[in-house]
């Protein structure tokens, strides 16, 4: 495992260094980024979870690292524009707990933004934020995310998702099982109204009512 977690460090390093700006590739850098989350905050206490299973002690705020499939801090914030700033909360009380994490624009069209409640142990699907505040169940790959957090003052979170691994790896063969790869959509929308605002074909008549 943690050869595995070399190499796909490794990879996205040499992705980004080599400049591969292509959409297909910043779709798979994104992923890669999606396998992990490491930041670091302000709180107290301590939290583990296992997919929506979760126990802690916690009232923690993240500032910055790595979380959505992108790096993100708190400084990043634009006040001059009504977007979904990066932020991330936890509050857990052994049993009863609510947890809020939000990347901005790209983590928005990327549906990895969501708000979950656990009244009991589990955390419940409540709602998965969407753009103009339409709201639905939680992204899928809440539910395969192992994560754990420490806090004394500063803290410290990590993770690891096997199912944005296994996104990760099929998206090489241009299979989407998360719906998160958005620069390959907006190609394949921009051909769409290409062809549908095509001229006619040379020798083609139009008709006019």
Same mark, same amino acid.
């Given at each position: #495992?943690?050869?595995?977690?070399?190499?796909?460090?490794?990879?996205? %390093?040499?992705?980004?260094?080599?400049?591969?700006?292509?959409?297909? #590739? %910043?779709?798979?850098?994104?992923?890669?980024?999606?396998?992990?989350?490491?930041?670091?905050?302000?709180?107290?206490?301590?939290?583990?979870?296992?997919?929506?299973?979760?126990?802690?002690?916690?009232?923690?705020?993240?500032? /910055?690292? %790595?979380?959505?499939?992108?790096?993100?801090?708190?400084?990043?914030?634009?006040? !001059?524009?009504? !977007?979904?700033?990066?932020?991330?909360?936890?509050?857990?009380?052994?049993?009863?707990? /609510?947890?809020?994490?939000?990347?901005?624009?790209?983590?928005?069209?990327?549906?990895?933004?969501?708000?979950?409640?656990?009244?009991?142990? %589990?955390?419940?699907?409540?709602?998965?934020?969407? @753009?103009?505040?339409?709201?639905?169940?939680?992204?899928?790959?809440?539910?395969?995310?192992?994560? #754990?957090?420490?806090?004394?003052?500063?803290?410290?979170?990590?993770?690891?998702? @096997?199912?944005?691994?296994?996104?990760?790896?099929?998206?090489?063969?241009?299979?989407?099982?998360?719906?998160?790869?958005?620069?390959?959509?907006?190609?394949?929308?921009?051909?769409?109204?290409?062809?549908?605002?095509?001229?006619?074909?040379?020798?083609?008549?139009?008709?006019?009512?």
């Amino acid at each position: #495992m943690k050869l595995l977690l070399q190499i796909l460090a490794l990879f996205c %390093i040499a992705l980004f260094a080599q400049g591969c700006a292509t959409p297909y #590739m %910043i779709d798979r850098g994104r992923d890669v980024a999606d396998v992990f989350t490491a930041t670091v905050g302000i709180g107290a206490g301590a939290k583990a979870r296992i997919g929506p299973l979760q126990l802690g002690l916690l009232g923690c705020a993240d500032v /910055a690292g %790595i979380r959505l499939g992108q790096w993100y801090y708190v400084d990043s914030i634009d006040q !001059h524009e009504n !977007h979904l700033y990066p932020f991330a909360a936890d509050g857990a009380l052994l049993i009863v707990g /609510a947890e809020a994490s939000s990347g901005g624009q790209l983590a928005l069209k990327r549906n990895k933004t969501y708000f979950a409640v656990q009244p009991f142990l %589990i955390t419940m699907p409540c709602s998965q934020i969407k @753009p103009k505040r339409k709201y639905s169940v939680h992204p899928v790959e809440y539910f395969t995310q192992f994560e #754990m957090v420490l806090a004394v003052g500063p803290s410290l979170r990590l993770g690891f998702n @096997p199912g944005e691994l296994l996104d990760f790896i099929l998206g090489w063969g241009k299979v989407d099982i998360y719906d998160d790869d958005v620069e390959i959509k907006k190609i394949e929308s921009n051909h769409g109204l290409e062809s549908t605002s095509a001229p006619p074909a040379a020798g083609t008549l139009e008709t006019h009512p």
